[in-house]
C-alpha cells in the first residue's frame, strides 16, 4: 500500500501491514518510493502518514481507544 510522508509529500510503500492497522502500534516500516534505487526499509511514525490524497489514516487505526474517546 503506498502513502505519503506528511512533512515531505514522499510516497512510501507499507511493509509492514500489520503494524499500520494495529491502533495500538506508533511506528511502521516502509521503504521511500523516489529517486531510481528502492531505498531500505525504514520505521515511521505513523502520525507522520496520511494517504496519497491527502486525507488522514482511520483513526481505529492509530488510536487504539478510539471508541473510549468518541463517548
Request: proline fraction near 6%; charge should be negative.
Amino acid at each position: 500500500m503506498f502513502l505519503r510522508e506528511s512533512r515531505t509529500g514522499d510516497l512510501v510503500d507499507v511493509i509492514d501491514m500489520s503494524s499500520l492497522v494495529n491502533p495500538f502500534s506508533s511506528h511502521v516500516k516502509v521503504q521511500y518510493q523516489s529517486g531510481e534505487d528502492l531505498a531500505d526499509p525504514v520505521t515511521v511514525d505513523k502520525q507522520s502518514l496520511a494517504f496519497p490524497s491527502g486525507e488522514e489514516l482511520p483513526e481505529c487505526w492509530i488510536n487504539g481507544y478510539y471508541r473510549h474517546s468518541q463517548r
